[in-house]
T-cell receptor
Framework: DAGVTQSPTHLIKTRGQHVTLRCSPISGHKSVSWYQQVLGQGPQFIFQYYEKEERGRGNFPDRFSARQFPNYSSELNVNALLLGDSALYLC???????????FGSGTRLTVV | SQQGEEDPQALSIQEGENATMNCSYKTSINNLQWYRQNSGRGLVHLILIRSNEREKHSGRLRVTLDTSKKSSSLLITASRAADTASYFCATDAVDDKIIFGKGTRLHILP
C-alpha cells in the first residue's frame, strides 16, 4: 500500500503569488490534516478535513484554504504569499477521526 | 501560540541509557500521540494514548498520561544511535484541533 503522497516535493514562489499543494491519503483513510512546520519548530495545525468537510481550523489567516475531494485527496491553497510562508508543509491522513496519523514527506515551499 | 510545551528542548545521553521527555498541554483532549521526526521530513507515529488511559507500552517505549495535570511523558529505554531524532507530542483536542509541542531533540552518544 502506498503511503501518504504529497506533491510537489519542492517549490519556489515569488511574494504575492498563489500556490496549491496536493495530498493523496492512504487508501481508505477518510481524514486529512495539514500542518506548517518552520525550521526548529513543531508542526502548526492548519486544517483537518473528515468526509470532505472541514472539522478543525488552526490560527491561520484567510489566505490559507483547503478542500477534500470525493476520493479523499486534498489540496491546500495559499494566496498572496509572504516571505513568512516559507516552510515545510505536511499532510497527514488517518482512518477515522481520533486515530493516529500517517504523515507524508512534505512539500518544501520557499517564497522569495 | 497554539503549541504545547515539551521539555527538555534538547537531550544528549549515552547509548544504552534511558531517555525521558515530558509534554504539557492546555486543552481537553481525546487522545495524545507521540511522533518522531528525522532530518526535518515526515513524522513517524510512535504511540497513541487515549484520555481514559494512564499508561501504555510499545516495545522500548513507555508513555504515561495525567489528564489532571495535563501532562504526558515518553520514556525510551536502552537507547540506540538510531533513536537520535526530534520527538513531538500531539494532542487531539475535543475541538478537532491537533496541537503539536515544540519538540525535544534527542541525541544518542556512542
Amino acid at each position: 500500500d502506498a503511503g501518504v503522497t504529497q506533491s510537489p516535493t519542492h517549490l519556489i514562489k515569488t511574494r504575492g503569488q498563489h500556490v496549491t499543494l496536493r495530498c493523496s491519503p492512504i487508501s481508505g483513510h477518510k481524514s486529512v490534516s495539514w500542518y506548517q512546520q518552520v525550521l526548529g519548530q513543531g508542526p502548526q495545525f492548519i486544517f483537518q478535513y473528515y468526509e470532505k468537510e472541514e472539522r478543525g481550523r488552526g490560527n491561520f489567516p484567510d489566505r490559507f484554504s483547503a478542500r477534500q475531494f470525493p476520493n479523499y485527496s486534498s489540496e491546500l491553497n495559499v494566496n498572496a504569499l509572504l516571505l513568512g510562508d516559507s516552510a515545510l508543509y505536511l499532510c497527514a491522513s488517518s482512518l477515522n477521526r481520533g486515530e493516529w496519523y500517517t504523515f507524508g514527506s512534505g512539500t518544501r515551499l520557499t517564497v522569495v | 501560540s497554539q503549541q504545547g510545551e515539551e521539555d527538555p528542548q534538547a537531550l544528549s545521553i549515552q547509548e544504552g541509557e534511558n531517555a525521558t521527555m515530558n509534554c504539557s498541554y492546555k486543552t481537553s483532549i481525546n487522545n495524545l500521540q507521540w511522533y518522531r521526526q528525522n532530518s526535518g521530513r515526515g513524522l513517524v507515529h510512535l504511540i497513541l494514548i487515549r484520555s481514559n488511559e494512564r499508561e501504555k507500552h510499545s516495545g522500548r517505549l513507555r508513555v504515561t498520561l495525567d489528564t489532571s495535570k495535563k501532562s504526558s511523558s515518553l520514556l525510551i529505554t536502552a537507547s540506540r544511535a538510531a533513536d537520535t531524532a526530534s520527538y513531538f507530542c500531539a494532542t487531539d483536542a475535543v475541538d478537532d484541533k491537533i496541537i503539536f509541542g515544540k519538540g525535544t531533540r534527542l541525541h544518542i552518544l556512542p
